[in-house]
């Protein structure tokens, strides 16, 4: 069975501190992980994925997530908070492929807060 | 170009209704997926359709039934409504051909009263 562990269902950072959000993940088979975030009222937006290509992903906003196997971890961390990136933010996993990707797993979410 | 769009944004309904809820993918996806988003908590995976058919379900009763029209768009209907049926509905549209990432809508918030 697949399932995703967040630990920290509150973050808060200063702006311009480094942020990390945790996750760990419990997976039969090899994974695919990815970052969402979510701002207030609105959907899921995609911040970075981990396909198997290389375990250290760059997503946008100037976020980036490391695989580790043997950690069974995918942490999103960003070097420098900015205000904008306060929302809450949710790591998934997958073990489908191809026409059945779709079927993620979602931890609970972490709330990033930034203050000035 | 349009990105997932829901109808409608906010809906409120009476235990024992039933409801209706849209999704029309990104212009270019052919598959959309469908959750159940609580206060509070993750998404919940509820089904998945690809040409026209139900490929994939969570762990959701019978109540909750979905379609897929051949443009791809995709309704979510849940019958005889509970207070726990009081979520945000999120629909995720994607290429089903190769490991396309998800792409959400901004969901529709149904409340059972």
């Known amino acids: 069975a697949q399932s995703v562990t967040q630990l920290g269902s509150h973050v808060s950072v200063s702006e311009g501190a480094l942020v990390l959000l945790r996750c760990n993940y419990s997976s039969s088979v090899p994974p695919y992980l990815f970052w969402y975030v979510q701002y207030p009222n609105q959907g899921l937006q995609l911040l970075l994925k981990y396909t198997s290509a290389a375990t250290l992903v760059k997503g946008i906003n100037g976020f980036e997530a490391e695989f580790k196997k043997s950690e069974t971890s995918f942490h999103l961390t960003k070097p420098s908070a900015h205000m904008s990136d306060a929302a809450e933010y949710f790591c998934a996993v997958s073990v489908d492929r191809g026409s059945t990707l779709g079927r993620l797993y979602f931890g609970r979410g972490t709330q990033l807060t930034v203050w000035p | 170009d349009a990105g997932v769009t829901q109808s409608p944004t906010h809906l409120i309904k009476t235990r024992g209704q039933q409801v209706t809820l849209r999704c029309s993918p990104k212009s270019g996806h052919d598959t959309v997926s469908w959750y159940q988003q609580a206060l509070g908590q993750g998404p919940q995976f509820i089904f998945q359709?690809?040409?026209?058919?139900e490929r994939q379900r969570g762990n959701f009763p019978d109540r909750f039934s979905g379609h897929q029209f051949p443009n791809y768009s995709s309704e979510l209907n849940v019958n005889a409504l509970l207070l726990g049926d009081s979520a945000l509905y999120l629909c995720?549209?994607?290429w089903g051909q190769g490991d396309s990432p998800l792409h959400f809508g901004n969901g529709t918030r149904l409340t059972v009263t």
């Open positions: 359709y690809y040409e026209e058919e």
């Open positions: 995720a549209s994607s």
